[in-house]
């Protein structure tokens, strides 16, 4: 089977992943590949430039890999949607290429619904990580070391996490106190049709 990770910034995808990492489930990180193959890929390099402006990368590594200008992303992401859909309309079909040669079952994606992910690949189950708002603002602050307000900007640049957890077969509530792992377990037991829930 085929199963896709998702939820919100913030919602605390990494650490799920974790927890099935600790029950032997290897989980392909889209982030991490969109990442890579912006570096790596001569291909994606060209169209990048051509959307963003030759500024989007700013030097390269000893390794010959492209440094990127992650700041002039952000700023062309959040200018507008249709930005943000130009650029994943670049990046998602290498990444998903990626993942169905990588090999892995399991795979991570933010916005697996929002960005179309979910038509590029054949997914079997969705499990969405669900947890309150104030939880994730704060976790974003933290992480990335930025506002409150820039925080609610990524958040409502994604879509809304009712809208998700609708979408989804089942959820993982990682609000701090649900205990994450035991719900994962529950997950990794689970038949077909049933839902985790609180």
Known sequence: MKIAITGGIGAGKSYVCQCLKEQGIEVFDCDASAKRLMRTSPTLQQALRELVGEEVFKGVRNEGELILNKPLLAKFLLESVEHQQAVNNLVHPAVAADFLQSGKDWLESAIFFDSGFDKRIYID????????????ILRIMQRDGISRERALEWIHRQQPQEEVLLRSDYEIINDGIADVGQQVRELLMCHVNCKIVK
């Open 125 to 136: 189950k969705v499990v969405c990580v669900t947890a309150p708002l104030e939880v994730r």
